[in-house]
């Protein structure tokens, strides 16, 4: 480098010696601008890197030249690689941390180098000049453990159940982790009311090693199985319990959210002890009375020792959530972060109050008959039957009951709102709850897109899930635009009928039911067929309820076999199947999530 060249970057570098220069140097700045400065090309041609007053680059639009295309490409690469030098770092997580500046320093004298030259000594160090040094720092957010607090009989496990639900339903890898799954696992089910008794040091020394054992299990599965969220279920009912459970995950860098569930509703407490005593793993084949006595004795046996949280000095930095009374009230502290935000959301609109949540797709459509796509068809005339045949279910469901009628939801096209039109009630349209856009594709059958748009047909076979229609939606786009349909739903604490779409009912359904994204898009949901849903709180259990009118289907993807738990076709009314508590049973069996107090 020459020596007027050396000495114009040095009036670029130090911009308080520029200002002091006469007007001349302005122009001896011009006349040797190209010496100082460095071409790479951009979209549109050559961008000319400029020294600046300020000290600063900026970026002048040239003309390209093909006949130096080659060593524009060359350079272009040296300096995106060289200069910068920048490692990935890929993290399993939804958000991840990443450098975003170049790291280190400059290793020379700035009077002899060039601007490229200062900018490839200041690259981060390649892996070679690390060794025998310290590794460099993992960036990655952390895990977050959601620990439950509680008395028996407040909820606790069909809050847990019903989060991990919903986190999974986004996509976030969620468990919950049950100290009383592990008892039953290593101890059995024979555990009377005295063993939960604080003055037994026998068998308080036995549950905290149970929950030590459950917290390594949960611990593995965060580090190692790239899970994101779990839900540690267990009474948690001392402020001594929850510092050493904090502690224990604290040492591993994972967050803690603590999450209490408060009731001082007796009739509460007393409808949750009756769905303890009916489905509780254990008291299976125990005298009703007997297992209600038992477990209100446990109940007492827990009161004695009860520390509420935020009552200990050492909880106040804590990050903890109270729900108190099913939702009807919620204390925050110390609250932080994405995830833990979405939390607070979902359980500000969730109860565990019990409720009925029928779903159905609309009745047979025009388009249903021909195999075209979206659109706004008007029904068929089996379709209108359809319609016929749904009042007259809600007719025997409620008004022939002597209950109100359920709250009416459906879509905002034409079909399903003929579909619940002969309901004596308000309907309800959410544009939300429209089906899947598939775009340029709308109008069209599978066969005309595997005809005319094969690309479409084949992206979309590979990956059903994520693959979005031109100009239309995927299935995680689906799942994002009903999540407050979602929330919204949480909060109601009457039965609610949802009458929409193919794509729409199998993500509402896959919430309930705790289908997998994956296996979401693959669900079977015949038309003219009722979903009767109960939410409980070890298991949502499920009736498919047949109205026997005829339909004809030719929307069905090609070669797509229904996956998971789809739910079974029974042949009439009569023939309810409770096609999910099976298969949900099983789940939880392989997970090692039956829930239940520890």
């Known amino acids: 480098m020459t020596e007027k060249e050396t000495d114009a970057l040095e009036r670029d570098v130090n911009p308080v010696q520029a200002d002091r ?16 400065s460095e071409q790479i090309p951009n979209a549109s ?32 690469a040296r300096l995106t690689t060289e200069r910068w030098n920048l490692r990935r770092n890929v993290s399993f997580n939804n958000v991840s941390a990443f450098p975003a500046m170049p790291t280190g320093e400059i290793k020379a004298s700035s009077s002899n180098l060039s601007l490229v030259e200062k900018f490839q000594a200041a690259a981060i160090p390649t892996s070679d000049s690390h060794q025998g040094t310290e590794p460099e720092p993992v ?48 101890l059995g089910t024979d555990h009377k009311a005295k063993f939960f008794d604080p003055a037994n040091e026998e068998g308080s020394m036995l549950r905290w090693q149970l929950a030590l054992e459950t917290m390594n299990d949960m611990t593995q599965w965060l580090l190692e199985d790239h899970g994101n969220v779990a839900v540690f279920d267990a009474t948690n009912s001392t402020y001594e319990r929850r510092q050493r459970v904090y502690d224990s995950l604290q040492e591993h860098g994972i967050r803690v959210l603590f999450l209490e569930s408060i009731c001082t509703d007796q009739s509460l407490i007393d409808r949750n002890i009756t769905a303890t005593k009916m489905f509780s793993p254990d008291y299976v084949g125990h005298d009703p009375e007997e297992a209600v006595m038992d477990f209100k004795k446990r109940i007492a046996n827990y009161e004695k020792a009860y520390e509420s949280l935020g009552r200990h000095p050492g909880e106040n930095e804590f990050s903890y959530l109270q729900t108190i009374d099913a939702g009807r009230r919620l204390v925050l502290n ?38 075209q796509l979206g659109g706004d068809p008007p029904l068929t005339e089996r379709g209108k039957s359809y319609a016929f045949k749904l009042a007259e279910f809600i007719n025997e469901e409620f008004l022939l009951q002597g209950k109100e009628l359920p709250i009416v939801w459906s879509s905002q096209l034409r079909r399903t709102r003929q579909t619940v039109e002969m309901i004596p009630t308000v309907n309800v349209c959410w544009r939300a709850l429209n089906e899947i856009d598939a775009g340029k594709c709308e109008g069209m059958t599978y066969d005309e897109i595997k005809k005319e748009m094969p690309e479409v047909a084949a992206a979309r076979k590979k990956d059903k899930l994520r693959y979005r229609y031109p100009q239309g939606e995927s299935y995680v786009d689906v799942i994002q635009r009903i ?80 996956k998971g738990n789809s739910p079974q076709q029974p042949s009439s009314r009569d023939d309810l199947h409770n096609y999910v508590s099976t298969h949900f049973e099983a789940m ?6 039956v829930l239940a107090e520890d």
Request: proline residues 5%.
């Open 21 to 36: 220069e006469d007007e001349s140097s302005e122009q001896y700045r011009m006349e040797n601008q190209n010496a100082s």
């Open 45 to 76: 041609g050559v961008v000319r890197i400029l020294p600046t007053n300020s000290g600063s680059l900026s970026l002048e639009n040239m003309q390209p030249d093909t006949r130096n295309r080659g060593k524009l490409q060359e350079q272009f």
């Open 139 to 186: 960036f990655m957010t952390k895990k977050l453990v959601v620990v439950m607090v509680g008395l028996p009989a407040r909820g606790k496990s069909y809050i847990s159940q019903a989060l991990s639900r919903y986190l999974n339903w986004l996509g976030y890898h969620a468990r919950v982790f049950n100290v009383g799954s592990m008892r039953r696992k290593l």
């Open 334 to 371: 110390e609250i932080t972060g994405f995830i833990q935000g979405k939390i607070v959301s979902y359980l500000m609109n969730t109860h565990i109050m019990p409720r009925t949540i029928y779903l159905s797709r609309h009745g047979e459509s025009k388009w249903n008959v021909t195999g």
């Open 483 to 562: 999540e407050p349909v979602i929330l919204e739903l949480e909060r109601q604490r009457e039965p609610v009928l949802i009458v929409a779409h193919n794509a729409i009912i199998r993500a509402i359904y896959s919430y309930y039911m705790g289908v997998s994204q994956e296996e979401c898009p693959n669900l079977d949901i015949p038309l003219h067929h009722v979903f009767k849903i109960f939410p409980r709180a070890y298991k949502c259990d499920c009736e498919l309820i047949n109205l026997q009118v005829d339909n004809i289907y030719n929307n069905k993807t090609p070669d797509d076999t229904p």
């Open 588 to 593: 939880l069996d392989a997970h090692g999530n």
